[in-house]
């Protein structure tokens, strides 16, 4: 049986590796993607989302903030990320904390970039606070 190689990676670390994967779902800019040993060669600008992998009898979770995605005829997959990060890593009462500050940050009078970064870091605490319900069979609601 054909696998595939995915290679997921931050501008500050590599975050996961392995060889042994069945399929990977990815969320692109043109909508989320499920990529299978012998797909066609692609490249693809990723968005915000869920990367969900699935080895042999065990599924990983990922959330992503955007990056790019290289899968070679071989089905190697590289993916460069702005911002990645485990869901079993992701703690929700910290993301709930930061969620609550970039609030507060947006209510103040701040410059447009401060205000650009703190809706920024709502966005991606809401994504992840989606995304660890999910997988904790908790309603997604936020």
């Known amino acids: 049986m054909n696998l595939l190689t995915l290679k997921i990676a931050t501008p500050e670390k590599l975050i996961y590796e392995d060889n ?79 969620r609550k500050k970039a609030e507060e940050r947006m209510k103040e009078k701040i410059s447009e970039e401060d205000f650009i970064l703190a809706q920024t870091e709502i966005t991606r605490a809401l994504l992840e606070l989606r995304v660890v319900k999910k997988r904790k069979g908790l309603r997604v609601g936020i």
């Open 20 to 98: 042994e994967l069945v399929s990977a779902t990815l969320p692109t800019s043109e909508g989320e993607i499920t990529i299978l040993p012998n797909h066609i060669p692609l490249v693809a600008k990723l968005g915000s989302g869920e990367i969900t992998i699935r080895k042999k009898g065990k599924t990983d979770s990922f959330v992503c903030t955007g990056g790019f995605l290289k899968l070679d005829a071989q089905g190697n997959i590289v993916i460069l990320s702005d911002y990645a990060i485990r869901s079993e890593d992701i703690e929700m009462a910290k993301v709930e904390e930061a």
